[in-house]
């Protein structure tokens, strides 16, 4: 068994972002099967989509989409409710039991699909009716062809054949099938009707139609290539036969032996086309062809540990976690079967799938699970240095550095910190041996002890830290520029945020500036990814500015991260962070004397949010370029408005006009408007 790789937790430290945020849902809903019954999709608009106590409703628009800002916490677990109205009130959703268990922060769109009250029901006894005669059908066949060869036995007084027994074996095995048929059919029929053929390939259409007809035989034939489809259904024919073979006969003949190899051999290469194709729609990143093409390759040879191991690793990368955390357990469950017969191999495979489950839990916070699956790994792992140092080494370290990023995370800082020092001391002496690998990981270890250090405030400490991995960093990154540059901003951003922490604005603006270059070049190719991380840059240099009072760079980086707001918007919904970023502007350029422009940005904000706080601003921009009735308006209209803990604006907007008259923002021939305005707010 090859060993398998394992994860490595990398921290991230994000200390400006709110642990709490609003997060996009995205989804659309549309009528089941509709594009595969009709040719055309029928997409549902007017369908009301709620998530309970952490967003807005919204409804779905003409093209079925929603997009629900939820607030909450990336990979929290939460659950969506979908009501269909209007034309489709009396349609009921397919797919309620995934809506309950999404999570926050999924890469792909959620897809609702409903239809009519009664149809689910309806299909479901269809099929099983179909499939149940089609199956009677079968083995009442088989029935009379054995009975009959039974019958000449019995006749011929061959009373001591072995195939009298073996024939009454196998009408007994018929009978029994037959009992249990009706609910194996049932429960395969119930989890047939709610797949929605529209979002499945063409062959797996005509598998779920060789379903309905009752053509059991075929339900496998699901493959998209033509020729994987014709391997596939020999394969499996040929297995039909040998089975059959098998149950009719004590010995195997040299046939069937011949055709059992046939059938495996294709299968193998069958297998290995499969996961070709699955590994290379990952790397184009076409999540739900990936994911199709591994699970072909699973329903070849469901046995297959290392392809299940494969296929969790990848669901967990792109965070499905129920979905990975369902395929590392049947994994553990193989690999708990091998130790007794290969136990060294079977000790290292158990010992990396617990690493990864654990790895798992910490990512939606189950953090006992994780606790006590990365001491199970780090203990067998452990062991098995004991007999090969140098192939097991960098494993225990890879662990000992995860369990002390869960500490950390649990504020366990002391047990972290014990954690990382000793996974560094592994990975310098490995380095020492094979530099250029294990010198990498040693930069992982340092930037996960700087962020400890961080996080207690020891600063100095932690800027050592960051400085050595970055050193390492940047000597990976012209060999190694795709795996490096990640790595490196990273390290960048957090020395910005450290010394941001301690007031020593110039490095931290260079060192934002350089992480910003290359997240927003990694943003261009992979948006999901690092889209996120550019505009967290952009938003820390904008406060900082803002902060020194620049104003005008302020400006340019809030104009920065609003232009790729807008590039992305259609593919994430951007519109509330957009709005609070022209709120933003206009709140600058007030402070820049750019009066003209700040009623501009705060009327983009209001337009996109109606409640934006750029009201205020408004207000301020009105008055100041002499537009007394219209300000004054806005004023009164906020000096009644509820902003929060039952305040109106009245207290913001004092405070706002101590801040202007401080930065002298207020012309001299606007001072009399201002005190009038200021008098008016305080009775």
């Not at 989890?191 to 035989?217: I, Q, T």
């Not at 603006?509 to 952009?538: C, H, K």
Request: charged letters at 30%; glycine letters at 2%.
């Amino acid at each position: 068994m090859v060993m398998k790789k394992i994860v490595i937790v990398f921290i991230a430290v994000f200390f400006g972002v709110c642990s709490h945020a609003q997060i996009p849902l995205k989804g659309v809903v549309t009528v089941q099967n509709s594009r595969t019954n009709t040719g055309k999709t029928e997409f549902v608009s007017h369908a009301q989509i709620e998530c309970a106590q952490k967003a807005q409703p919204k409804i779905s628009d003409s093209e079925g989409k929603f997009t629900l800002e939820i607030q909450g916490k990336q990979n929290e677990q939460i659950a969506i409710s979908v009501t269909p109205k209007g034309k489709y009130e009396k349609y009921v959703v397919v797919n309620e039991r995934e809506l309950k268990d999404l999570t926050l922060g999924r890469l792909t769109p959620v897809s609702v699909f409903i239809c009519p009250e009664g149809e689910l029901t309806q299909r479901q006894a269809e099929m099983v009716g179909i499939n149940m005669r089609k199956l009677e059908e079968s083995f009442e066949k088989d029935k009379k062809r054995m009975l009959k060869e039974l019958e000449e036995l019995k006749s011929n007084n061959d009373f001591l054949n072995s195939r009298y027994d073996l024939i009454n074996d196998s009408l007994s095995l018929i009978s029994k099938n037959i009992d249990n048929a009706l609910e194996q059919i049932k429960e395969f029929a119930k989890k047939m009707v709610l797949e929605n053929l529209d979002d499945k390939d063409e062959n797996y259409v005509k598998a779920y139609h060789c379903f309905s007809r009752g053509e059991l035989d075929s339900i496998s034939y699901y493959l998209k290539d033509e020729e994987l489809y014709r391997k596939h259904q020999k394969a499996l024919k040929l297995q039909g036969e040998v089975r059959k073979e098998k149950e009719l006969a004590t010995i195997l003949t040299e046939s069937a032996r011949q055709k059992e190899e046939i059938s495996e051999n294709s299968l193998q290469e069958l297998l290995k086309e499969y996961l070709l194709l699955a590994r290379t729609f990952d790397l184009k990143s076409d999540y739900e062809k990936t994911k199709n093409y591994y699970l072909k390759a699973i329903e070849v040879d469901t046995a297959n540990v290392e392809i299940l191991f494969e296929y969790a690793n990848y669901v967990h990368k792109i965070k499905e976690y129920s979905n990975a955390e369902k395929y590392y357990q049947k994994c553990l469950e193989l690999f708990k079967a091998l130790e007794a017969t290969t136990p060294k191999i079977a000790l290292a495979d158990i010992a990396a799938t617990l690493n990864n489950l654990a790895n798992l839990h910490h990512n939606v916070q189950e953090y006992q699970k994780a606790s006590d699956e990365y001491k199970e790994a780090l203990e067998i792992y452990k062991i098995l240095a004991e007999d090969n140092r140098e192939l097991f080494l960098p494993y225990v370290a890879t662990t000992l550095n995860n369990l002390g990023v869960l500490h950390r995370s649990l504020k366990y800082f002391s047990k972290a910190l014990s954690e990382f020092e000793e996974a560094l001391a592994i990975r310098k002496e490995l380095s020492k041996i094979n530099p250029e690998p294990y010198l990498y990981d040693m930069a992982v270890v340092l930037n996960n002890l700087g962020t400890l250090y961080l996080s207690i405030k020891e600063y100095r400490k932690a800027s050592g830290e960051f400085g050595k991995a970055l050193e390492i960093y940047r000597k990976f990154i012209t060999d190694n520029p795709k795996t490096t540059m990640p790595d490196m901003a990273m390290i960048l951003y957090n020395l910005a945020i450290l010394h941001k922490a301690t007031g020593d604005y110039a490095e931290s603006l260079n060192e934002f500036e350089e992480a910003r270059q290359i997240f927003t070049n990694l943003a261009e190719e992979n948006p999901i990814m690092y889209l996120s991380n550019a505009l967290t840059t952009l938003n820390n240099l904008s406060n900082i500015y803002g902060q020194l009072k620049d104003y005008l760079a302020a400006i340019h980086y809030t104009n920065l991260a609003n232009e790729l707001l807008i590039k992305y918007q259609n593919e994430f919904d951007f519109t509330s962070k957009i709005a609070q970023n022209y709120s933003v502007l206009s709140w600058y350029y007030l402070h820049s004397k750019e009066f003209a422009l700040s009623e501009q940005s705060a009327r983009q904000s209001i337009e996109l949010n109606s409640a934006s706080l750029a009201r205020t601003n408004l207000a301020h921009a009105l008055l100041l370029q002499n537009r007394f009735s219209e300000a004054e308006k806005i004023y009164v209209e906020l000096s009644k408005t509820i902003h929060s803990k039952n305040e109106t604006f009245t207290k913001i907007l004092l405070e706002d006009f101590v801040t202007l008259e401080d930065e002298s923002v207020i012309p001299e021939e606007r001072q009399k408007d201002v005190e009038r305005i200021k008098t008016m707010l305080r009775q």
